[in-house]
Structure formats: C-alpha cells, structure tokens
C-alpha cells in the first residue's frame, strides 16, 4: 500500500501545474504507448465486479463493453447491478460516511495526491484503455490522462484549502468561524467521452470533500472506472468510501436517483437524462431528510464566430479541431461554425480542405487523427442527423462511414440555416454545420440563439468586436483567436449555461462548494475578556 499522508501539506502548498502532455512524436513516447497498448490488448475479456463497501461481487447477468473499432473485440465484461444491489450500496455508504466524514482533510486530500502519482507511472496503460474502449487517438487519450491527473492534483490542494480558517469579519466578544462540511452520499454518473477525466474528477472532488459515493460508470466505459477503482484501493482508500456499481442507467438510474438517503447527484451527460435526474431528485421521498442538491452538466452546441478582420488560416484549423477532436464527442465541440458573409466562401474552402486532410482509422495506431464513434447507437444517431443534413445544407466533406467498426468520416455540411434541426441539436458526432451571418452583429445572435450555452469562440482582430463579445456572448466558456475545446484544470474552469448544466466549473476554485455545505459557528467569549457587542439580527 502507498502511504499517502505524508508530506500532504508540503505539496499542497507548491502550486498546482497542469501536467503536460505526452511528446509523442519521440521515439521512446512512442515505444511506450505501443508497449502499452500491447499490455492492454492481453487483458481485454475479463470480467470485473460491482465493488459495494469490502465485498466484489460478480453476477451471472453481465454485459460487455466492446471496442468501438473493431466491435467484435470484448474489452471486458461487467456485472448488472439490481436495484437491491443498489439500495445496499448505498446503504453502505450511508454507513462508510459516518466515519470517513471525521477524516480529517489533510488526510483525504493524500489519498488523491497518492491516485495522481500512480496515475502519472500507469499514463500509457490508462490512455491504452481508453484507445481500446472508446476509440480516442493516442493525443485525445493522453489529455483525457493528464486531466485526470490534474483533477487529483488540484482538488487535493483546494480541499485543504477550504479545511483552513475562512475569511469572515470579526467582533468583540464571540469567536466565529465557518466550516466546510460535507454532503452525504453522493451518486457520481459521469458520462464515457471523458471516461477517466470526467469520471476521476466528479469521484475525487465527492470524496475529498468527505462525501461517500455510488459511482456508476457509463456502460460504454466502465473499464477505465474499473481502473481508477483499482488505484483507490491500491493507495488505500477505506471501503465503503467508493462504491463501484455497474448496468444500465435507463435500469438502475431512477433507484440510484431517488433514494431518500442519497444527498447529492453530480451528474455529466446528455440534456435529456440531466433534465431527468434534475426533476426527480427534486422529488421529496419519504423519510428524506434534505433537498437533494443536483450538479448537472449537460450538452452544448457550440459555436466559432469569424469576421472579415480574423487570421483566416488559424480560424479554420480553430474550427477543424474543435469539430473534428475526438470525432466531435466533446461538449466542447465546435459544431457550429458562424462566418461573416464578406469571408464566408474563403473560410469553407480553408475548412474544407483542411477536414479532407484528416485521418480515420485504426485509433491503437499512431497516425490516426479520428477512430470510430463510441457505439452502435452513436453511429445510427449521427447517421441519421447526415441525412437531415442532407436537406437542410449543402454537404462539401465526408458524409459517408465504413464498418466494421464505427467510423464516420468528418462531415461539414454548409449553408445551413441557423435554425435547422443540425444547426440547434446536439449531434454529438463529427458533423459542422457551416452557418452565413450577414455581419458581426448577426454572428453574435445566430451564436446565442441556441438552449445551450457550453463553449464559444470568436475568431476577430477587432478590439471593440472583442470586447462586445466578452458581454454579449451568453457561455460558460468563452475563448478568443483559438479553438473552442480543450480547456485546461484551473486555467478555463469548466461547464456552462441554460440547457448545458447547473453553472458549475469543475476544475475552478468554486467546484469544491458544490460538494459541501458551509456551517457557521459562534461562540460567546466570557464576560471577563470584555463588553458584550450589541444584538444585531440577520434576516431572523
Ligand atoms: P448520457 O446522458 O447518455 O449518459 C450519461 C450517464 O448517465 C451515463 O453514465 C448513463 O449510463 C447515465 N444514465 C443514463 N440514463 C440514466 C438515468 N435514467 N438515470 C441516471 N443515469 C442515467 O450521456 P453520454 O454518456 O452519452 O455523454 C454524452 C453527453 O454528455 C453529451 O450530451 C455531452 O454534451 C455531455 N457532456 C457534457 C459535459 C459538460 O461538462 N457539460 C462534458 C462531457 C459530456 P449508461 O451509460 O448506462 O446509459
């Protein structure tokens, strides 16, 4: 086992640094990755279990999680969890909280210190999961690695920092502080397109708050849960402190949800299941003694604006990435591209041809840019909103896709009406919808005009356009001159408006709050040490 608690203040006080990625146009990288991924492949088909406090149990009902680039390939097996199987789980978590609620944080905060340099020895191996169970390109995976990695790190450092005395106004007469204490029990339900960074982020920030959790992976990547759920017990994590449960959300998610004994939701998926959750978690269950407190983070469509005064080269590489990273699976993805009539014709072709340049395939290899969508369903889905495409815009790139694995080529549709079906739904695949506006100020509405309000960037060398986009552009994460994805832990706190989630930002100095409720205590000092301060009442 790892000892985790020392020199836990020590580093909690060297300031946090994002990790940095993964070189891999050099050789040693490169052997690596491919050693590991030759390590990974011998351990595909395995069956894992359900993890409810010290006991693993594995039922006979199971199902796979397959690899999305070659379907017929098992990357492992898991057990479906019952709804008796979930009551009990959280009932020991109920249980585990009483005690782990008195670690102290110092000590919490060891245990993510410990996860992230573990993590950092296994970087290969975790990306290789990821390569195998979701089909991210060595680079996408790597992120995914190092965000998870900075996730740890940096909510390690701000638990200890709420744990220290708050700032709050003194007076004579009564000591006052105000203390950070946790929730209860909480159910993590990440979503796959982040399968490591999403799925560590929301758990750890549970859990170093002094919650316990029910962590329900998304059935399309449960192995790399199951890989996190092994380094936790390796630093040695106390059981019961993180529940593992596996199935079908559609199955499971409504017991899990509306357990009266379940304090906290943090949730990251689609609208329609984020809105689900939000109103039944609203429902008062009998014997539920709180309101459920729902952290929601929800879909986007994401939009690039570019004027006649932009860098016209940097904005369409700016719109390839972000439409095309991760085969467009990103929250963050650009799907729109918004662009000013006086340069729009310029931009597509730039667009265009730089889309054609991109490589699709096998994703274990080096030199893939996009590997497949994560499933069947995906597949059919984005399929689908092409041939909606097909009637709404012109198609200029891509359009078509090749079995057997999930492959769909990156398609731009132009000319599409700011209203269209694929210009206002969240797609979720590798479609741009390429978008006209007359002027800056029409790019600006067609921009807002959606439910969501996730990410968004403006390509412009305009000082006042900026500025006035600054103000007017209603998202949670705004970027100017670069591509609108790939935000940073601690630099670009994440998560957005409207229909894309609660306003949380993970990774940012406020996420922590969201996992803990403040108490304020006041005691009188005794007579003796001086005058009593008048009454003042708040709000009584
Ligand atoms: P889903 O909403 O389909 O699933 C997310 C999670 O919810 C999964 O673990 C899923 O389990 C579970 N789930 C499904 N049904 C229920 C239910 N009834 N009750 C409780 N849990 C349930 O989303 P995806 O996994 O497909 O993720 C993609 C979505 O996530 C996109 O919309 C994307 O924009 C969004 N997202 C948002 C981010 C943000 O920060 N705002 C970041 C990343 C993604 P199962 O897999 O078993 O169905």
């Known amino acids: 086992m790892v000892k985790v608690f020392e020199g836990v203040l020590s580093r909690a006080q060297t300031p946090f640094i994002n990790e940095s990625l993964i070189d891999f ?59 008796e199987q979930v009551n009990e789980a959280v009932q020991v978590a109920a249980t585990t909280f009483e005690t782990w609620k008195r670690v102290p944080a110092q000590e919490r905060a060891g245990y993510l210190f410990a996860a992230a340099d573990v993590m950092r020895q296994r970087r290969f191996y975790i990306n290789a999961w990821m390569i195998y169970e979701v089909g991210k390109s060595w680079v996408e995976a790597d ?115 509306d357990h009266p004994q379940l304090r906290f939701i943090a949730f990251t998926g689609s609208r329609d299941v984020g809105l689900r959750i939000y109103e039944r978690a609203s429902k008062h269950q009998k014997g539920q003694r709180w309101l459920k407190r729902s952290i929601l983070e929800m879909g986007g469509k994401d939009g ?51 889309t054609k340049q991109l490589t699709v395939g096998d994703p274990t290899q080096p030199t893939t840019y996009m590997g ?16 909606i495409g097909k009637h ?3 198609l200029v790139a891509g359009g078509g896709h090749q079995g057997p694995g999930y492959f769909i080529e990156p398609t731009v549709f132009a000319d599409v009406d700011p209203h269209a079906r ?16 007359k002027d800056f100020d029409d790019a600006l509405n ?23 986009a600054k103000e007017e552009y209603h998202v949670g994460n705004l970027y100017f001159n670069r591509k609108c994805t790939g935000a940073l832990v601690g630099v670009h706190p994440f998560g957005g ?10 990774g940012g100095k406020d996420y922590l709050l969201l996992f803990t409720q403040a108490k304020a205590i006041s005691a009188k000092k005794q007579p003796a040490q001086g005058p009593t301060p008048p009454e003042r009442w708040q709000g009584e």
């Open 25 to 83: 146009s050099k050789a040693e990288n490169q052997r690596a990755q491919s050693q590991a991924i030759e390590q990974v492949k011998s351990e595909l088909g395995r069956t894992y279990p359900l993890i409810i406090g010290d006991k693993k149990i594995t039922s006979k009902d199971t199902f796979a999680s397959v690899n999305p680039a070659q379907p017929d390939q098992v990357v492992g097996y898991f057990s479906r969890a019952t709804a």
């Open 372 to 387: 497949p969508v994560v499933d069947e369903n995906a597949m059919k889905k984005i399929l689908d909103y092409i041939e």
């Open 143 to 257: 992120a995914d690695t190092a965000e998870a990695i900075d996730f740890l790190e940096f909510y390690a450092r701000e638990m200890i920092r709420l744990a220290d005395e708050q700032p709050i106004v003194h007076i004579a007469g009564e000591e006052n502080k105000l203390v950070y204490i946790p929730l209860g029990v909480g159910a993590v339900i990440p979503p796959w397109n982040f399968p490591c960074a999403i799925m560590v982020g929301m758990t750890s920030a549970s859990f170093v708050a002094g919650n316990t959790v029910i962590l329900k992976p998304a059935s399309t990547s449960p192995a790399i849960a199951a890989q996190f759920m092994r380094i936790l017990e390796e630093v040695g994590l106390p059981s019961g402190v993180v529940n593992f449960l596996t199935g079908s959300g559609s199955v499971i998610g409504d017991t899990l949800v």
């Open 446 to 468: 067609i921009a807002n005009d959606t439910e969501y309000g996730l990410t968004g960037a403006v390509y412009s060398r305009d000082p006042q356009r900026i500025e006035r």
């Open 392 to 394: 709404e815009g012109r």
């Open 304 to 354: 690039i604006v570019v004027d006649e005064t932009a860098d016209l080269d940097s904005a369409a590489d700016g719109i390839v990435a972000s439409a095309f990273g991760f085969q467009g699976q990103k929250c963050s993805a650009g799907s729109r591209a918004i662009i000013v009539d006086q340069v729009y014709d310029q931009v597509l072709q730039k667009v265009v041809e730089k």
């Open 422 to 437: 694929i210009a206002q739904e969240e797609i979720f695949g590798p479609v741009l919808a390429v978008i006209k506006a």
């Open 497 to 506: 408006f409207n229909m894309s989630g609660t306003d949380s930002k993970a």
